[in-house]
C-alpha cells in the first residue's frame, strides 16, 4: 500500500470540519488518515489478514485512479468504505462461482431415492386394476377432487371415492403381504 507515491496534488474539503471552513488535503493525507481503519474493517469482515489488505489496496487504488472526483465529494471517507464492501462482495461473488464450478454442484435430490419411491409406488399401483389405478393416481397423486376426477374419467364423484379407496385397501393388502 506504500506504493501510491504519485499521487495527484488535488485538495479536498477536510472531513472533520476543523475551524468551520474548508481544509485541504491530498490523497497522501486521506491515505494515512483511512489506511489503519480500514485494513482493521476488513480484516474483521474477512477474518482474514491476506484477503482484507488485498481488497484495501484495490479500494484506495480505484480512489486514486478517481481522485479528482472523490476529492469533491462531501464523505470521501463512505465513498472508500463503500468501494471496498462492493469489492469484498465481488470476491466472495466470484470465489463462490468457481466453486461451484469446480465442483459441479450435482442436484440437491436424490435420485435414487426418487427412483426406488417410484418403483415402490409402480409395485403398489399394479396390484389394483385400471380403473382404481385411474381414481387413485388422479386423486392421490395429483390432488384432483372427486368431481374433477369424475369428470376426467367419465363417472359419478361418488364412484371416484370408491374406486379409490378400494384401491388404498388393494395397495395396503397387498403392501402387508409383502412384508410377511
Not at 479536498?12 to 471552513?21: H, K, L, Y
Not at 469446480?102 to 435414487?112: G, R
Amino acid at each position: 500500500m506504500r506504493e501510491m507515491n504519485r499521487s495527484p496534488q488535488v485538495q479536498v474539503a477536510n472531513r472533520s470540519g476543523e475551524d468551520g471552513g474548508v481544509g485541504a488535503e491530498t490523497f497522501e493525507t486521506f491515505f494515512e488518515a483511512e489506511r489503519d481503519g480500514l485494513f482493521g474493517a476488513l480484516v474483521l469482515i474477512t477474518g482474514n489478514r491476506h484477503e482484507a489488505e488485498e481488497i484495501a489496496q484495490d479500494a484506495f487504488l480505484a480512489l486514486w485512479e478517481r481522485w479528482d472526483r472523490v476529492a469533491g465529494l462531501e464523505d470521501p471517507t463512505g465513498y472508500l468504505y463503500r468501494t471496498a464492501m462492493n469489492g469484498f462482495r465481488r470476491r466472495r461473488r466470484r470465489a463462490a462461482l468457481a466453486v461451484r464450478q469446480a465442483i459441479h454442484l450435482a442436484p440437491t435430490e436424490d435420485l435414487f431415492a426418487q427412483a426406488d419411491a417410484r418403483q415402490v409406488v409402480a409395485q403398489a399401483l399394479a396390484g389394483v386394476s385400471r380403473r382404481q389405478r385411474a381414481a387413485l393416481v388422479l386423486t392421490e397423486l395429483l390432488g384432483f377432487s372427486s368431481e374433477e376426477a369424475g369428470r376426467a374419467l367419465g363417472i359419478r364423484p361418488v364412484t371416484v371415492r370408491v374406486l379409490a379407496s378400494q384401491g388404498r385397501a388393494a395397495i395396503k393388502s397387498n403392501m402387508e403381504r409383502s412384508n410377511e
